[in-house]
């Protein structure tokens, strides 16, 4: 098979249980069928909401608690589902380890992602963070050569990255010493995200069930913010409004229980590289919805962006 991947226990075989996991290579597709563009397309859609949803209620919930409440809320959901299948989540079978890092990385991505924003303007921040998939592209084909993108395909990525650059270009017109920092955290944001797919792809992570793969993630960030919120004396809302609470719903189970469930599954079941891709899509998904329900002006800029990124995504993703 030519998508090897590291980190398995070829030897050890489990036992079938119910709710067991084998550690087995999975063949994955080379191509994006309908169902997964589908699902890609989705979770964009929401991560791309989330932005909105996140500014809604900063003055009521900080952001920092926001973070800590999602990835909470959002591990003891993935936690009742795994109890309902039957699946254990910490098993012998050589994740813990990889499961840390991933959590960690996970963790230090929102981490530096939210401390850029207090330095940096949004447009800087997203076009930064979205050279995730470029950490992915060019060093994922060092563990797994099926996962290398032809120049063509890169060209896409290129293309993609540069329509989202293009929309976002106001941004950069602003000059503000502090900047300079919080663009290096945003940037480090990026490829704390695109390790954490790394990561995933190519340890035993992307062999076991995916619910497991988003607890780990989930649960260990869970207990590195906590702390982080007692060190920094985070305060706890006392009272949340119905807005906050349906937003802290959508962030939690919505988000990131739901759909990084759909997103882990995408990837242990197609390559990486160019589910990745279409992550170009959810800055363009978060200015429509801007547009939709925050009234914002239509610049042409978007309609180029859009264009740009969909003709990526298609180069990076054509047979």
Same mark, same amino acid.
């Given at each position: 098979?030519?998508?090897?991947?590291?980190?398995?226990?070829?030897?050890?075989?489990?036992?079938?249980? !119910?709710?067991?996991?084998?550690?087995?290579?999975?063949?994955?597709? @080379?191509? #994006?069928?309908?169902?997964?563009?589908?699902?890609? +397309?989705?979770?964009?859609?929401?991560?791309?909401?989330?932005?909105?949803? *996140?500014?809604?209620?900063?003055?009521?919930?900080?952001?920092?608690?926001? #973070? +800590?409440?999602?990835?909470?809320?959002?591990?003891?959901?993935?936690?009742?589902?795994?109890?309902?299948?039957?699946?254990?989540?910490?098993?012998?079978?050589?994740?813990? #380890?990889?499961?840390?890092?991933?959590?960690?990385?996970?963790?230090?991505?929102?981490?530096?992602?939210?401390?850029?924003?207090?330095?940096?303007?949004?447009?800087?921040?997203? +076009?930064?963070?979205?050279?995730?998939?470029?950490?992915?592209?060019?060093?994922?084909?060092?563990?797994?050569? @099926?996962?290398?993108?032809?120049?063509?395909?890169?060209?896409?990525?290129?293309?993609?990255?540069?329509?989202?650059?293009?929309?976002?270009?106001?941004?950069?017109?602003?000059?503000?010493?502090?900047?300079?920092?919080?663009?290096?955290?945003? *940037?480090?944001?990026?490829?704390?995200?695109?390790?954490?797919?790394?990561?995933?792809?190519?340890? +035993?992570?992307?062999?076991?069930?995916?619910?497991?793969?988003?607890?780990?993630?989930?649960?260990?960030?869970?207990?590195?913010?906590?702390?982080?919120?007692?060190?920094?004396?985070?305060?706890? !809302?006392?009272?949340?409004?119905?807005?906050?609470?349906?937003? #802290?719903?959508?962030?939690?189970?919505?988000? @990131?229980?739901?759909?990084?469930?759909?997103?882990?599954?995408?990837?242990?079941?197609?390559?990486?590289?160019?589910?990745?891709?279409?992550?170009?899509?959810? !800055?363009?998904?978060?200015?429509?919805?801007?547009?939709?329900?925050?009234?914002?002006?239509?610049?042409?800029?978007?309609?180029?962006?859009?264009?740009?990124?969909?003709?990526?995504?298609?180069?990076?993703?054509?047979?």
């Amino acid at each position: 098979m030519e998508d090897k991947l590291q980190w398995v226990n070829k030897d050890s075989k489990l036992k079938q249980k !119910p709710g067991a996991t084998r550690s087995h290579e999975v063949e994955r597709k @080379a191509h #994006l069928d309908g169902w997964a563009i589908v699902a890609i +397309t989705g979770c964009c859609m929401l991560w791309g909401y989330q932005q909105i949803a *996140i500014k809604a209620i900063a003055d009521e919930v900080p952001l920092l608690m926001q #973070l +800590t409440i999602r990835s909470v809320v959002a591990s003891i959901c993935i936690w009742a589902w795994m109890a309902f299948r039957g699946i254990r989540p910490f098993q012998p079978d050589r994740t813990l #380890l990889p499961g840390l890092i991933a959590g960690c990385l996970f963790c230090l991505e929102f981490v530096l992602l939210y401390t850029g924003l207090a330095y940096t303007n949004t447009s800087r921040a997203i +076009t930064f963070l979205y050279l995730a998939p470029f950490i992915v592209a060019l060093v994922l084909p060092f563990f797994i050569p @099926a996962e290398r993108l032809s120049w063509l395909q890169f060209a896409g990525l290129v293309g993609a990255f540069s329509g989202l650059a293009f929309a976002f270009q106001d941004g950069f017109t602003a000059a503000d010493n502090l900047f300079f920092l919080g663009d290096i955290a945003v *940037i480090g944001a990026a490829v704390a995200w695109g390790l954490t797919t790394i990561v995933v792809r190519i340890s +035993t992570l992307g062999q076991i069930a995916p619910e497991r793969t988003i607890f780990f993630q989930l649960f260990f960030s869970s207990l590195i913010l906590i702390g982080t919120c007692i060190v920094l004396d985070v305060p706890v !809302p006392q009272q949340l409004s119905l807005k906050a609470m349906g937003s #802290l719903f959508l962030q939690s189970v919505i988000i @990131a229980a739901m759909s990084y469930l759909f997103w882990f599954w995408l990837l242990r079941h197609y390559l990486a590289t160019k589910v990745s891709a279409f992550s170009f899509l959810t !800055p363009a998904f978060g200015i429509v919805f801007s547009i939709g329900l925050v009234n914002d002006p239509v610049d042409s800029k978007l309609l180029v962006a859009l264009a740009s990124i969909a003709a990526g995504i298609y180069l990076v993703n054509r047979r």
